[in-house]
């Protein structure tokens, strides 16, 4: 946390990390999670902002980090996912964007996997940005489309840009994971366009799949 923030603010923010911490160690006793394909190999996770807490699932933890804003509501996530042993990458397209994604590249060619919310941090939803195509195309890892549903109670959807989803107490969710996309090494700007939509493509055929079998895979 820099130190140069006001120090109201830094109290502030403290509080809040120390309350999500809390939060996100209680949550992971309560929440189950249906992991159906997941992947074997070495992953770029491609996820909407909305589905951020899906990385409770996330099998390896020790090789794993997440893309996370360098905003102040990205510190607060990425300080109280440490907690979970959530390791993170700071940056987003406006802040750090360059920075980021070549650290992110070198964690990758480390052996890590990672996870990036496609149309985050501000938007627009439901959109794939060609940040993950880049990033992808530049380390060599395949790209693993993801999509993640509840019907509990349990499982709130909030009014913000992105439909927040996030959920509260014991919930069984389904995490359907696709088939690794693979980005060529040589792409111009207009086919790396061509990438985004088939990513985007991708993870609305997983919603559609398991809007209409998601009892089915909550048995497996």
Not at 45 to 59: A, E, P, R
Not at 142 to 153: E, G, L, N, R, T
Not at 158 to 169: A, C, E, I, L
Request: glycine share 6%; with cysteine; charged share 25%.
């Amino acid at each position: 946390m820099a130190q140069n923030r006001p120090l109201k603010e830094r109290i502030k923010l403290g509080i809040l990390i120390r309350l999500l911490k809390l939060f996100f160690l209680t949550e992971q006793h309560l929440l189950k999670i249906k992991s159906i394909n997941y992947p074997s190999e070495q992953f770029i996770l491609s996820m909407w902002h909305c589905h951020q807490c899906l990385v409770y699932g996330i099998k390896d933890k020790s090789k794993f980090y997440a893309l996370i804003s360098a905003s102040n509501d990205g510190e607060i996530i990425a300080k109280a996912a440490e907690c979970l042993n959530i390791k993170s990458v700071r940056g987003s397209t406006k802040r750090r964007g360059v920075a980021a994604s070549l650290e992110l590249i070198e964690k990758l060619k480390e052996g890590n996997s990672a996870a990036i919310m496609v149309d985050g941090p501000r938007g627009p939803r439901g959109k794939v940005k060609d940040g993950i195509i880049n990033i992808s195309k530049i380390s060599g890892v395949p790209i693993i489309p993801v999509a993640w549903k509840s019907k509990d109670k349990t499982f709130f959807t909030f009014n913000t840009w992105d439909k927040f989803q996030v959920p509260f107490g014991p919930c069984n969710t389904v995490a359907l994971y696709g088939d690794p996309i693979h980005i060529p090494s040589e792409l111009t700007k207009d086919e790396t366009k061509v990438w985004c939509e088939k990513v985007e493509n991708e993870m609305s055929k997983l919603e559609e799949d398991l809007e209409s079998n998601y009892e089915k895979y909550l048995k497996m």
